[in-house]
């Protein structure tokens, strides 16, 4: 610590260290102290401790609010920022008639780059500090994405979107084309800075085998990518799937049998599962993205949790923007917490579950459970400062909640994209 600054965040501090689906998992302070040097949490506790373990750092006091952990989107559309809120349609002709024709503007790359901004913005003022994100079919747009994503300073994953079938003419690509660009992408912009570059199959739905290869071929030339597409989001898509590869037991397989089921791949939404296909993700630890709003919205269906649970499936949030209906990942937990109330076998979900879910369990399904997702020594200070407007019903909510949970309920039931009043990345300020 010679020479560096410390800083000591002051205020209610809640972080989900573990699971609270398997203990506790929730740790709170009322009056906590965070401190940060050169952007990493080394000590957190009672402030009077942490002050007392650095007496001469200086104090932001945030005491008006609640701090989490940055939160972790799992499933984002970028080419999706400004089409928010089309009702009435359910997945494929929300695709055909609403999403692709917009998807296929970005063959222009100042409006790519202008959406670029919307969407990372969108992101950081909901307190989304980590996302993985489902890019653009063009490269070109991928490439302004990129270094207007290094710019944000948030920490992004992300890749080309691959399809040769069952788009529009102008999304499809070839083999050939879709392993020379991802490969040219990768190599520019995996592991710089905070970026990580993802190998994204739109879904088998739009894919041959050639495709699906290809993905193959480009994780084995640059271990250590990602991987992301969708699987069982909807029954009409399933079955389409199955018709494609009739080879195939499951939609699963389809992605299995191509090698790309694996320990850095996460999967939206997972509606309709069979179980065979949670054992497969189970046993190579791959993560699914629960997308709750997207799923009413678009109708998908309710998300099975508790089988998901059972099967030992790790999974996290996503908001599937613009499947979804906004960036909020708060949103998202009590769209999880409600749609589990309406299910008859339904999991009634907790406070420090839903945190869980927002933070954590984002980062383990990600593998980046040791940089960021809790408020860890060691770990990124990712934070989320939640202050509702003075004389809104959430701050006079607050003042009355008396245990960790109430609070806890209350921000997770209540708060939105107003009430987000600051986000660190890495110890410093993002929002203006
Ligand atoms: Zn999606």
Partial sequence: MIGAMTRIIRGVL????????????????????????????VAVGAFVEVRGQYPDAEVSDLREGVILPGFVDLHVHYPQARIIGALGYRLLDWLEDHTLPEEARLADVTYARALAKDFLRGLLKNGTTTALVFGSHFAAAMEVFFEEALASGL?????LVLSDRNLRPELHTTPQRAYQESLSLAR???????????????????CSEAILEVCQQIQKELPGTFFTS?????????????KLFPWADSYCQTYDRFG??????VFAHNVYPQDAEL????SYRSAVAHCPCSNAFIGSGIFPLRRHLEAGVK?????????GTGFGILKEGL??????????????????????????????ALSLQDEIGDFGIDKAADLVYVKPPRGSSLEAVLRHAETPEQVLGAVFTMASEADIAEVFVDGEERLM
């Fill in 260 to 265: 790309l089921v694996g320990g850095h791949a």
């Fill in 14 to 41: 809640m972080h989900a260290p573990s699971s609270p689906f398997h203990g506790p998992g929730l740790e709170a302070f009322s009056d906590g102290g965070l401190a940060i040097q050169g952007g990493r949490i």
């Fill in 230 to 242: 969708h699987l069982n989001e909807m029954p009409e898509e399933i079955a389409t799937v199955r």
């Fill in 155 to 159: 920490r992004i994953l992300a890749g």
């Fill in 279 to 282: 054992e497969c993700l189970a």
């Fill in 315 to 323: 999974f996290g949030l996503g908001t599937d923007v613009a499947g």
């Fill in 335 to 364: 769209m999880a917490y409600l749609t589990q109330r309406l299910l008859p076998e339904g999991y009634l979900l907790t406070a420090p579950q839903l945190l869980y879910l927002a933070t954590r369990a984002g980062a383990e």
């Fill in 188 to 206: 520019k912009w995996h592991e710089r800075g905070k970026l990580r570059y993802v190998v994204t199959p739109r879904f088998s739905l739009s």
